[in-house]
């Protein structure tokens, strides 16, 4: 039918192709299984953990650089939610101090954070508003935090510099032992919006979430390991046709389905929509046709075919997004700190 699909952008390696199918089709064998890629599942409270190491036959199998990629989910996470944020930012300081582990950071090292986006644009504002909140609890803290170095470049449409050069140049002055990039990402499923957070020592290109990537900032770039932390904020337009198309499929697949049961005639109240159960094809195929087969990636890559581009440009961000963007920017940095403060600078009187 299609030549070649086009998958939606996404940041998440939880959103790879390989992971997707890893957690979907049942009869495909296991990421586990896959060489070159070692994965992990974990749950602590509510949050969901996967952590997955990439060597270089897995990077070119996944399409994702070498490196450990630690994801945190809370699925039911709302911008109210204080115990979930709380349950999150202690799996953010457990993650920091996993993925950190090797480089054996002493009280005398440097880090050198950078929070990456364009703080007038409410869902690419994370990283600004998080280095805002360092200097806020630097300045209030007992602690000495001496050997932290804290900036926000701003995009290169404001300052006409590329952000990787501006790093670069930061990074060349203050010589740090490694550097933190805090950014928003972009997602291909709308229900991680807002409820993740993806660790990763791999670095990170600026922007390329949106597809405007700039220069890397990474190890292979600038000679000093680079962490990045992100938050994915905005969806592709085109995803949510996608997904509201499925939703009506398995609606009317599972409305079908359930007044063939003898015990419908028995129901006193509205039938209560399902959208849980799988698609039954050949009971809505007579509706809608051949299409009703089709996987998400057929659709996605139909939608590329037939959308105007202008369209297709279109991203979609929750409408709390300005609440979302404290919360997580307060999360990241609280969690940072709290890392440097118990595992690294911790030794070192006020």
């Given at each position: 039918m299609m030549?070649?699909?086009?998958?939606?952008?996404?940041?998440?390696?939880?959103?790879?192709?390989?992971?997707?199918?890893?957690?979907?089709?049942?009869?495909?064998?296991?990421?586990?299984?896959?060489p070159g890629i070692k994965m992990k599942e974990d749950r602590n409270g509510r949050v969901h953990i996967t952590h997955i190491d990439v060597d270089e036959s897995g990077a070119e199998s996944i399409g994702k650089k070498k490196g450990t990629y630690i994801t945190l989910t809370v699925p039911t996470l709302t911008v109210e939610d204080a115990q979930g944020f709380q349950e999150l930012n202690q799996q953010l300081i457990s993650s920091l101090k996993d993925i950190h582990q090797a480089?054996?950071?002493?009280?005398?090292?440097?880090?050198?954070?950078?929070?990456?986006?364009?703080?007038?644009i409410t869902p690419d504002a994370i990283g600004p508003v998080a280095i805002d909140r360092f200097h806020e609890a630097i300045f209030s803290s007992p602690i000495e935090f001496g050997q932290v170095v804290y900036y926000a470049p701003g995009v290169t449409g404001q300052t006409g510099l590329e952000t990787g050069e501006f790093v670069r140049a930061i990074s060349e002055r203050v010589k740090p032992d490694l550097i933190i990039v805090i950014d928003a990402l972009a997602a291909r499923n709308q229900d991680r919006l807002c409820k993740s957070l993806q660790i990763t020592n791999t670095g990170i290109h600026p922007g390329s979430g949106v597809g405007n990537s700039r220069n890397e900032i990474s190890f292979e770039s600038l000679g000093v390991p680079v962490t990045a932390i992100g938050v994915p904020m905005v969806v592709d337009a085109p995803v949510l046709v996608v997904e509201a198309i499925e939703t009506v499929f398995k609606v009317i697949s599972s409305q079908i389905g359930e007044t063939t049961k003898p015990s419908s005639a028995l129901s006193v109240g509205p039938w209560l929509r399902s959208t849980d159960e799988p698609i039954n094809v050949?009971?809505?195929?007579?509706?809608?046709?051949?299409?009703?087969?089709?996987s998400s990636e057929e659709?996605?890559?139909?939608?590329?075919?037939?959308?105007?581009?202008?369209?297709?440009?279109?991203?979609?961000?929750?409408?709390?997004?300005?609440?979302?963007?404290?919360?997580?920017?307060?999360?990241?940095?609280?969690?940072?700190?709290?890392?440097?403060?118990?595992?690294?600078?911790?030794?070192?009187?006020?």
């Open positions: 030549s070649k699909i086009k998958f939606m952008r996404s940041d998440l390696i939880d959103e790879a192709k390989e992971v997707v199918q890893h957690r979907t089709e049942k009869e495909k064998d296991t990421l586990h299984e896959t480089l054996m950071l002493t009280d005398q090292s440097k880090i050198l954070v950078i929070g990456l986006g364009n703080r007038t050949d009971a809505i195929k007579p509706i809608f046709g051949e299409w009703t087969a089709w659709l996605h890559a139909l939608l590329d075919e037939v959308l105007p581009p202008r369209h297709q440009q279109l991203f979609v961000t929750p409408k709390e997004s300005d609440a979302w963007v404290i919360m997580h920017a307060d999360l990241i940095q609280t969690g940072i700190l709290n890392w440097l403060q118990d595992d690294v600078f911790g030794s070192i009187s006020p």
